[in-house]
């Protein structure tokens, strides 16, 4: 069965260094977003992509963050100078047209030391 | 101290009950909502989906309800196994156009033999 994935699994990084999550989205799948998910709390939407450029994102979202799909399979998202705060798991996931259910990777967890 | 944001409305069952899971969306203008199972240290997995056209659909051993008077949504879950034991997220896609999943608050359940 098509899957999600995403590496790596576990990410430690220094306050203030640039970090990339990657993510393979399910092949035949034209739309991609990335979530986050800080312990205990509920997914938050970060940023849709679709037709190669982003086409939604929060309020997280900020001149930190960017998203590239730099070839015909990975989806990534770099944070340029992490914070403390972004600690979280990361979760990508795609979905094959509008308004129909997403399929999320395993998640990579961030932590920001 | 303080464990913010660990606080999930929690819903403990014995193994074989049915379990109702509930939620109240925001949006009045959603036409899309899934259920998502979270288990730990795990990416939400799809159980079930249902369109603002329906107000029930059933799955195998899931049933969702759609109230659109009230903004509600609920999952019922059959015979009850501790498999099941995991956080649920209802989420709503508002009909923006790109799929963008907004992620209620999740309720734990725990199935106990």
């Known amino acids: 069965e098509p899957e999600v994935t995403q590496t790596p699994s576990h990410q430690v990084t220094q306050m203030g260094q640039e970090v990339i999550l990657r993510c393979v989205p399910i092949?035949?799948?034209?739309?991609f977003y990335w979530y986050r998910q800080i312990l205990g709390q509920k997914v938050e939407f970060l940023v849709s992509f679709y037709n190669n450029e982003i086409s939604e994102k929060s309020e997280i979202f900020d001149d930190q963050f960017s998203v590239e799909r730099p070839d015909g399979s990975n989806f990534t998202l770099k944070i340029r100078s992490t914070k403390l705060e972004d600690s979280a798991m990361y979760f990508c996931?795609?979905?094959?047209?509008?308004?129909?259910?997403?399929?999320f990777g395993q998640g990579t967890r961030l932590t920001v030391v | 101290g303080e464990s913010v944001g660990l606080h999930l409305p929690t819903l403990s069952v014995q193994e074989g009950d049915n379990s109702i899971i509930n939620c109240a969306y925001s949006n009045s203008a959603s036409d899309y909502f899934i259920w998502y199972k979270q288990e730990s240290g795990k990416g939400p997995q799809f159980i079930i989906d249902?369109?603002?056209?329906?107000d029930k659909r059933q799955g195998q051993r899931v049933t969702v309800l759609l109230n659109k008077t009230v903004k509600h949504l609920s999952l019922q879950i059959a015979a009850t196994q501790p498999g099941d034991s995991a956080v649920y997220f209802c989420?709503?896609?508002?009909?923006?156009?790109?799929?963008?999943?907004?992620f209620g608050k999740g309720t734990m359940l725990l199935v106990s033999p």
């Open positions: 249902i369109r603002s056209n329906m």
């Open positions: 989420a709503e896609i508002p009909n923006s156009g790109y799929s963008t999943l907004t």
């Open positions: 092949s035949n799948h034209l739309y």
């Open positions: 996931a795609s979905a094959k047209d509008t308004n129909t259910e997403a399929f």
